[in-house]
């Protein structure tokens, strides 16, 4: 069974600071997808990460992904108040791709 | 207008109840899927569909069903609703195995 662990779970952080949350996995997969959620919304796709070694960024936020490590990290540079949100990750497991294994969340509250 | 919408988009019913979720999407995508999200545990796969003729269980389909009624409609059911299905509900769709999933606003359901 493929499990996704993120941590932390919940992080405050000051603006202008850089952080890091990270999303572990179980079982073999090169494929990662990360997901922002804003209070009583819908998902919002971020980046999606489909080879070891892979890394994208928009704006303050860089996703990068280890696939011999089952890791991937979401950094935050320079953290403003809009980005308060939670974070998920998400994994495939499925060659035939699209069945999805989400972490728990990272709640992520930037403060003024 | 949105690419993926469900309604209802709050609903409030009686244990023993039969209900129905809809969900459309004018993405054009072939593959859709249902989660639930329950506080502190992510997102969780109740079904998905390849296509019109291909539906699959996820990982908690105990409860619920499923129809795939044209290629951008996909319903999921409650046959007899039980309080432990209060949750929020999630419909998505995508282009293909690589393709990130665009998510629809949500059904929040209580059930009494």
């Known amino acids: 069974e493929l499990k996704v662990e993120q941590n932390p779970l919940f992080l405050s952080m000051q603006e202008g600071k850089n952080y890091t949350i990270y999303c572990n996995y179980s079982?073999?997969?090169?494929?990662l997808y990360w997901y922002r959620q804003d209070p009583g919304k819908s998902l919002e796709s971020l980046f999606v990460l489909l080879s070891n070694g892979a890394v994208k960024q928009e704006g303050r936020l860089m996703a990068s992904l280890d696939t011999k490590a089952r890791l991937s990290t979401l950094h935050i540079t320079a953290a403003v108040h809009d980005l308060s949100a939670t974070y998920f990750c998400?994994?495939?497991?499925?060659?035939?791709?699209?069945?999805?294994?989400f972490g728990e969340g990272t709640q992520l509250t930037v403060n003024p | 207008d949105a690419d993926v919408t469900q309604t209802p988009r709050n609903r409030i019913t009686k244990t023993g109840k039969r209900i129905m979720l809809e969900c459309s999407q004018t993405?054009?995508?072939?593959?859709m899927y249902w989660y639930r999200q329950d506080p502190g545990l992510g997102l969780r796969l109740i079904y998905y569909s390849f296509d019109v003729k291909d539906i699959n269980k996820g990982e908690i389909s105990d409860g619920y069903s499923v129809s795939r009624q044209a290629q951008a409609k996909f319903s999921l059911s409650l046959e007899s609703a039980i309080p432990n299905q209060t949750a929020l509900y999630f419909c998505a769709s995508s282009r293909d195995s690589l393709d990130t999933q665009y998510f629809g606003p949500g059904t929040r359901l209580t059930v009494l």
């Open positions: 993405k054009g995508h072939d593959r």
């Open positions: 998400a994994v495939d497991k499925e060659t035939s791709g699209s069945r999805l294994t």
């Open positions: 079982t073999t997969s090169d494929r």
